[in-house]
């Protein structure tokens, strides 16, 4: 079955930290890029990073220097290393592989204090 599954939400208060875990089957995982995503209530959903299958990475504006993506392609993962967390950016995250229609079901986060 072709899938991914996130992991890793929850409640933090800013300036906390938070890793989330995406596992990926059923499919060639390694020669696929990788997204991370993320949605708030009301609003577009916002690619947050990308990370190439050669590891080369891309993060939003609102994202770099506090957030890292990675991938261990022999455990089918990539991975969202959130540092600094602040309240906006409270969202579901899921990842997705670029151009395709598959997704995660998501895993919320919530920054509140």
């Known amino acids: 079955q072709v899938q991914l599954v996130e992991s890793g939400g929850g409640l933090v208060q800013p300036g906390g930290s938070l890793r989330l875990s995406c596992v990926a089957s059923?499919?060639?995982?390694?020669?696929?890029?990788m997204n991370w995503y993320r949605q708030a209530p009301g609003t577009e959903r916002e690619l947050v990073a990308r990370i190439t299958t050669t590891g080369s990475t891309n993060y939003a504006d609102s994202v770099k220097g506090r957030f890292t993506i990675s991938r261990d392609n022999a455990k089918n993962a990539v991975y969202l290393q959130m540092n600094s967390l602040k309240p906006e950016d409270t969202a579901v995250y899921y990842c997705?592989?670029?151009?395709?229609?598959?997704w995660g079901q998501g895993t919320q986060v919530t920054v509140s204090s």
């Open positions: 059923g499919f060639a995982f390694g020669v696929n890029h």
């Open positions: 997705n592989v670029p151009t395709t229609n598959l």
